[in-house]
């Protein structure tokens, strides 16, 4: 005889079997692995297909102009470029899904999600040439927080003059640190709790995903974050 059983706003039926109690934290985890994954896919197929079908039609393209010699008939030069564009979109675009360094070491990873900020804020970025193996998820999603760290500090109309990022490790346990400081003149630093709500549920995130911990920090002429967490074997589950 089944029986209905109410996990929240959600009903199960059972036919006889035990269903245990869904563990919210567990069923997050998936979903950000899950999310990363997929992500991953979409990235690939870019950057494995239409990056290398454009790449290819525009040698195709080089090599017809090349036999015609004057190619003011044709449009080469004008049709060239806009497959440069094409190309450089597709790029940009599958790098903004997953970065390419998602793989690689963390410190690499973390130093190509910075670089597009150098050209607006004076970056100070100390990143070790080792490090443990990370998974996936949690490099992506690190990468999304100092995003968030740079997009919340757009908000403000008073920028600072240099922005800390220090990546370490003391065996097992980790630590990314994002200080920024600002010139000495009367007016007030930004006040934390003004900051956009996206960065506390990013922390958050990162709080519940790591089982880590994060501080933040005020002080005169000073904001800091403090992200702590302990290295975690990288799983080979599959979720898809």
Same mark, same amino acid.
């Given at each position: 005889?089944?029986?209905?059983?109410?996990?929240?706003?959600?009903?199960?039926?059972?036919?006889?079997?035990?269903?245990?109690?869904?563990?919210?934290?567990?069923?997050?985890?998936?979903?950000?692995?899950?999310?990363?994954?997929?992500?991953?896919?979409?990235?690939?197929?870019?950057?494995?297909?239409?990056?290398?079908?454009?790449?290819?039609?525009?040698?195709? /393209? @080089?090599? &017809?102009?090349? +036999?015609?010699?004057?190619? *003011? !008939?044709?449009?080469?030069?004008?049709? #060239?470029?806009? /497959? @440069?564009? &094409?190309?450089? +979109?597709?790029?940009?675009? *599958? !790098?903004?899904?997953?970065?390419?360094? #998602?793989?690689?070491?963390?410190?690499?990873?973390?130093?190509?999600?910075?670089?597009?900020?150098?050209?607006?804020?004076?970056?100070?970025?100390?990143?070790?040439?080792?490090?443990?193996?990370?998974?996936?998820?949690?490099?992506?999603?690190?990468?999304?927080?100092?995003?968030?760290?740079?997009?919340?500090?757009?908000?403000?109309?008073?920028?600072?003059?240099?922005?800390?990022?220090?990546?370490?490790?003391?065996?097992?346990?980790?630590?990314?640190?994002?200080?920024?400081?600002?010139?000495?003149?009367?007016?007030?630093?930004?006040?934390?709790?003004?900051?956009?709500?996206?960065?506390?549920?990013?922390?958050?995130?990162?709080?519940?995903?790591?089982?880590?911990?994060?501080?933040?920090?005020?002080?005169?002429?000073?904001?800091?974050?403090?992200?702590?967490?302990?290295?975690?074997?990288?799983?080979?589950?599959?979720?898809?």
């Amino acid at each position: 005889m089944k029986e209905a059983l109410s996990l929240g706003a959600v009903t199960r039926w059972s036919c006889g079997l035990t269903i245990h109690p869904l563990d919210n934290v567990e069923l997050l985890r998936w979903w950000h692995q899950y999310q990363v994954q997929m992500l991953s896919q979409e990235a690939d197929t870019i950057r494995n297909g239409l990056l290398q079908d454009v790449f290819a039609a525009r040698r195709r /393209l @080089e090599l &017809i102009c090349q +036999s015609h010699g004057d190619d *003011s !008939d044709l449009g080469c030069k004008s049709c #060239l470029t806009e /497959l @440069e564009q &094409i190309y450089s +979109s597709l790029e940009k675009l *599958s !790098d903004r899904l997953v970065s390419p360094y #998602l793989q690689s070491a963390l410190p690499l990873a973390l130093q190509h999600a910075v670089d597009p900020w150098q050209s607006k804020f004076n970056l100070d970025m100390t990143f070790p040439q080792t490090w443990f193996a990370e998974s996936a998820e949690l490099t992506q999603l690190l990468i999304a927080l100092i995003d968030t760290f740079f997009h919340s500090l757009m908000t403000f109309s008073m920028q600072p003059y240099c922005c800390n990022i220090q990546l370490k490790h003391q065996g097992n346990s980790k630590e990314l640190t994002f200080f920024v400081r600002y010139t000495d003149w009367p007016s007030p630093l930004p006040d934390m709790s003004k900051f956009p709500k996206s960065l506390t549920y990013m922390l958050e995130t990162f709080q519940v995903l790591t089982q880590g911990e994060y501080t933040q920090v005020s002080q005169p002429h000073e904001l800091g974050w403090m992200l702590h967490w302990e290295h975690q074997e990288i799983s080979n589950q599959d979720t898809l």
